[in-house]
């Protein structure tokens, strides 16, 4: 059949995924036109698409009539399910992901076909990964969507309290954290909450963490600042330790060529002497200034004994 | 316990202690349905429904996906006697482990078991004369070499003595191999063995021991540490020496005072002269057992700690943190008469000159260490 675009009702939550058409999707159409019809449904009064949504969009803007076919009447896990079917071509990106499985959960548990469809092995831990990011609210779904924030991080945030989550939110929204970063943001404030039994939000009201957020700093400087807050506070004993370190490392290797690191988190004493040498020159002079590291004793005064 | 654990209640001949709820099923290896351990336990819980597993037969076929509490009678195919894994970075005691079977029936927030064994059943190697065979081939070659042997590594000792005698049937066995000394590692009072010890100098009793609130927070199931020590001191009575492990020493506010509570209850119950020996212990674990503990025991948050990567990849409590627990409790055992009985559990020499004043090196070597004070006779310590 064919119907007037205007007569197509396009506002059923069924349409998870509909996207307004580009101007190359509509182009196409101008030029090869409708090859397949969109799915439609016939309601007490009117006509509801279940699966076409960007075609009568292109045809409406082309002026041109739609081409219909109408299936019988189903429930709304049906009508979500043809849609998904029709759209399976689709690249399921973060935001697609969860649109679907929002429609779904809406409409009680998602069955393992849906699982399935959408790519995700049902009992695999990438499932259990998107049930936590379901008990997000679905405000956090736009972060996910401009992926500001991992599929992880939801696993994380899982039992967060409503009024922490919101303390959270413009954290997210404001900066753009690397899948690292977030996470051990995450993990350290919760933990640290936790162990305390105290709301995340004090942590971050303690830690003036928003006046960081605030700041005029640059974005990179807002992340670092705000880490190394929160890693102080969730590991106070080693942050004095690695502070200490970096400080008499820093001071004994001052004005020379060397870089002087420890990586055993203090479970050894062993430290890595490194430089690069282009020249005879640059040989004697490093020489020269290892000798005096090595007269510092800096041994002598590790931090832990 | 279900009305139907109570029906069983009422069929079964064994007592069943507090630690342990009775099994829903007996499962045995088909190979294995007529050894003798086998039939003892079978006959032990005459009212327990019994399954045999033919050959090719899964043990997840006939436990159920319930999460029944099971006993399976298996016939074990490999390796009875393995050293203890040890690592090349921190110090060792040079142990054997007799393996028995796999899972516990405790509930131990910190156990390693919750990241091997997601079910409730409990295995036990039924086929003890192929044990028997291979401890002679190993510890029977050369009788002057001497062995420290213990059970337990996937297990605890003695929580299904009550229905196995292993420990009994071990300590008999060994009774004819004067260079093995067997250890008997618990956190339960079962003391059935001590009937088969042939002699007080082959088995050396031991318990884990902690401070009070750590047991009863974090060790569901197991004997109170007033109990514990009491049956350490029954055993001195009769003439044994026995072993105490601080292990896993847990950083929590107020250990002090809980750490410091338990010594002095050991030294209630027992004279230094009693203890062959005495391991500290940090926690440490397998990074992955991290969230398998918050899943399991929410309550449990040591697990917060400020924990790093040590040099063997296991997660462990950051050095100042643990030298100053192991230093207090060290101090406090010294006082009170106990010295050179202790020992650090995976610790580097450098850990154990600060905490204990002393290196494996300065004992002659640990494992060398330990093997003269399980075989020292009581008199000469
Ligand atoms: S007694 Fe040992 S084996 Fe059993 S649960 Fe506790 S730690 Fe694990």
Same mark, same amino acid.
């Given at each position: 059949?064919?119907?007037?675009?205007?007569?197509?009702?396009? &506002?059923?939550?069924?349409?998870?995924?509909?996207q307004?058409?580009?101007?190359? +999707?509509?182009?196409?159409i101008?030029?090869?036109?409708?090859?397949?019809?969109?799915?439609?449904?016939?309601?007490?009064?009117?006509?509801?698409?279940?699966a076409?949504?960007?075609?009568? %969009?292109?045809?409406?803007?082309?002026? @041109? $009539?739609?081409?219909?076919? %109408?299936?019988?009447?189903?429930?709304?896990?049906?009508?979500?399910?043809?849609?998904?079917?029709?759209?399976?071509?689709?690249?399921?990106?973060?935001?697609?992901?969860?649109?679907?499985?929002? +429609?779904?959960?809406?409409?009680?548990?998602?069955?393992?076909?849906?699982?399935?469809?959408?790519?995700?092995?049902?009992?695999? $831990?990438?499932?259990?990964?998107?049930?936590?990011?379901?008990?997000?609210?679905?405000?956090?779904?736009?972060?996910?969507?401009e992926? %500001?924030?991992?599929?992880?991080?939801?696993?994380?945030?899982?039992?967060?309290?409503? @009024?922490?989550?919101?303390?959270?939110?413009?954290?997210?929204?404001?900066?753009?954290?690397?899948?690292?970063?977030?996470l051990?943001?995450?993990?350290?404030? &919760?933990?640290?909450?936790?162990?305390?039994?105290?709301?995340?939000?004090?942590?971050?009201?303690?830690?003036?963490?928003?006046?960081?957020? +605030?700041?005029?700093?640059?974005?990179?400087?807002?992340? $670092?600042?705000?880490?190394? %807050?929160?890693?102080?506070?969730?590991y106070?004993?080693?942050?004095?330790?690695?502070?200490?370190?970096?400080?008499?490392?820093?001071?004994?290797?001052?004005?020379?060529?060397?870089?002087? @690191?420890?990586?055993?988190?203090?479970?050894?004493?062993?430290?890595?002497?490194? &430089?690069?040498?282009?020249?005879?020159?640059?040989?004697e002079?490093?020489?020269?200034?290892? @000798?005096?590291?090595?007269?510092?004793?800096?041994?002598?005064?590790?931090?832990?004994? | 316990?279900?009305?139907?654990? !109570?029906?069983?209640?009422?069929?079964?001949?064994?007592? /069943?202690?507090?630690?342990?709820?009775?099994?829903?099923?007996?499962?045995?290896?088909?190979?294995?349905?007529?050894?003798?351990?086998?039939?003892?336990? #079978?006959?032990?819980?005459?009212?327990?429904?019994?399954?045999?597993?033919?050959?090719?037969?899964?043990?997840?076929e006939?436990?159920?996906?319930? =999460?029944r509490?099971?006993?399976?009678?298996?016939?074990?195919?490999?390796?009875?006697?393995?050293?203890?894994?040890?690592?090349?970075?921190?110090?060792?005691?040079?142990?054997q482990?007799?393996?028995?079977?796999?899972?516990?029936?405790?509930?131990?927030?910190?156990? #390693?078991?919750?990241?091997?064994?997601?079910?409730?059943?409990?295995?036990?190697?039924? =086929?003890?004369?192929?044990?028997?065979?291979?401890? !002679?081939?190993?510890l029977?070659?050369?009788?002057?070499?001497?062995?420290r042997?213990?059970?337990?590594?996937?297990?605890?000792?003695?929580?299904?003595?009550?229905?196995?005698?292993?420990?009994?049937?071990?300590?008999?066995?060994?009774?004819?191999?004067?260079?093995?000394?067997?250890?008997?590692?618990?956190?339960?009072?079962?003391?059935?063995?001590?009937?088969?010890?042939?002699?007080?100098?082959?088995?050396?009793?031991?318990?884990?021991?902690?401070?009070?609130?750590?047991?009863?927070?974090?060790?569901?199931?197991?004997?109170?540490l007033?109990?514990?020590?009491?049956?350490?001191g029954?055993?001195?009575?009769?003439?044994?020496?026995?072993?105490?492990?601080?292990?896993? #020493?847990?950083?929590?506010?107020?250990w002090?005072?809980?750490?410091?509570?338990?010594?002095?209850?050991?030294?209630?119950?027992?004279?230094?002269?009693?203890?062959?020996?005495?391991?500290?212990?940090?926690?440490?674990?397998?990074?992955?057992?991290?969230?398998?503990?918050?899943?399991?025991?929410?309550?449990?948050?040591?697990?917060?700690?400020?924990?790093?990567?040590?040099?063997?990849?296991?997660?462990?409590?950051?050095?100042t943190?643990?030298?100053?627990?192991?230093?207090?409790?060290?101090?406090?055992?010294?006082?009170?008469?106990?010295?050179? /009985?202790?020992?650090?559990?995976?610790?580097?020499?450098?850990?154990?000159?600060?905490?204990?004043?002393?290196?494996?090196? !300065?004992?002659?070597?640990?494992?060398?260490?330990?093997?003269?004070?399980?075989?020292?006779?009581?008199?000469?310590?």
């Amino acid at each position: 059949m064919n119907l007037a675009p205007d007569d197509i009702n396009l &506002t059923d939550p069924c349409l998870f995924w509909a996207q307004e058409p580009g101007e190359d +999707y509509i182009q196409n159409i101008r030029e090869l036109g409708q090859a397949e019809p969109v799915l439609i449904m016939a309601g007490p009064s009117e006509k509801i698409l279940v699966a076409g949504f960007k075609r009568v %969009k292109a045809l409406k803007a082309l002026g @041109e $009539k739609v081409l219909a076919l %109408k299936i019988p009447p189903a429930d709304s896990r049906s009508k979500g399910l043809i849609y998904l079917l029709t759209n399976q071509g689709q690249t399921l990106d973060q935001a697609r992901i969860i649109s679907c499985l929002r +429609y779904f959960s809406g409409l009680g548990d998602i069955s393992e076909q849906i699982w399935k469809l959408l790519g995700i092995d049902p009992g695999s $831990k990438i499932q259990g990964l998107w049930q936590s990011r379901l008990s997000l609210p679905p405000d956090w779904d736009r972060l996910a969507a401009e992926n %500001k924030i991992c599929l992880e991080c939801s696993q994380v945030l899982e039992h967060t309290s409503p @009024e922490d989550l919101d303390i959270l939110y413009p954290f997210f929204k404001e900066l753009s954290w690397s899948r690292g970063n977030s996470l051990n943001l995450l993990t350290w404030l &919760t933990e640290k909450s936790r162990m305390d039994q105290a709301p995340l939000s004090a942590y971050i009201e303690k830690l003036k963490l928003e006046q960081v957020l +605030y700041s005029r700093l640059s974005p990179n400087d807002k992340i $670092k600042i705000i880490l190394k %807050k929160v890693f102080q506070s969730r590991y106070p004993v080693l942050s004095q330790l690695k502070n200490d370190l970096a400080q008499r490392l820093g001071r004994i290797s001052r004005g020379s060529r060397w870089r002087i @690191e420890h990586k055993d988190e203090f479970e050894s004493q062993q430290i890595q002497i490194s &430089t690069t040498i282009n020249s005879q020159k640059d040989l004697e002079k490093a020489l020269s200034q290892l @000798e005096q590291i090595s007269k510092s004793g800096v041994f002598d005064d590790w931090p832990v004994r | 316990m279900t009305g139907q654990s !109570d029906n069983m209640k009422k069929y079964c001949s064994t007592v /069943q202690p507090s630690h342990m709820a009775w099994p829903e099923n007996i499962v045995v290896d088909q190979e294995a349905a007529s050894t003798p351990l086998a039939r003892k336990i #079978i006959r032990k819980m005459p009212g327990v429904p019994l399954h045999t597993l033919s050959p090719g037969m899964n043990i997840s076929e006939l436990a159920g996906k319930d =999460n029944r509490l099971v006993i399976y009678l298996k016939h074990y195919r490999g390796r009875f006697l393995r050293p203890c894994p040890a690592t090349r970075k921190y110090r060792c005691c040079g142990y054997q482990i007799i393996h028995i079977g796999e899972n516990c029936p405790l509930n131990c927030s910190y156990c #390693i078991l919750q990241a091997y064994f997601q079910d409730r059943v409990l295995k036990i190697w039924a =086929n003890q004369e192929d044990l028997w065979t291979e401890l !002679d081939m190993v510890l029977g070659r050369d009788r002057n070499r001497l062995f420290r042997v213990g059970t337990g590594e996937f297990t605890d000792s003695l929580a299904l003595e009550h229905l196995t005698g292993y420990s009994a049937d071990l300590a008999q066995f060994l009774g004819n191999y004067p260079n093995v000394c067997l250890e008997l590692k618990s956190k339960i009072i079962d003391l059935s063995w001590m009937e088969k010890a042939p002699s007080t100098r082959k088995v050396l009793p031991a318990w884990s021991v902690n401070s009070p609130e750590i047991i009863s927070r974090e060790e569901g199931g197991a004997s109170t540490l007033e109990e514990r020590l009491k049956a350490a001191g029954t055993c001195a009575d009769k003439g044994f020496r026995v072993c105490l492990h601080f292990d896993p #020493i847990i950083h929590y506010p107020g250990w002090k005072k809980g750490y410091a509570h338990a010594v002095e209850m050991i030294l209630d119950f027992l004279r230094p002269e009693h203890i062959a020996y005495l391991s500290l212990g940090s926690f440490r674990f397998m990074p992955g057992l991290k969230k398998t503990i918050i899943r399991n025991h929410p309550g449990s948050d040591y697990i917060y700690n400020e924990f790093i990567t040590g040099l063997d990849g296991k997660a462990r409590l950051l050095l100042t943190l643990r030298l100053e627990q192991f230093k207090y409790i060290a101090g406090k055992l010294k006082k009170g008469g106990v010295s050179r /009985q202790i020992y650090l559990c995976m610790e580097s020499d450098r850990v154990w000159k600060e905490a204990l004043g002393y290196t494996p090196k !300065d004992l002659g070597g640990l494992a060398r260490h330990l093997l003269n004070l399980s075989f020292k006779d009581k008199a000469g310590l």
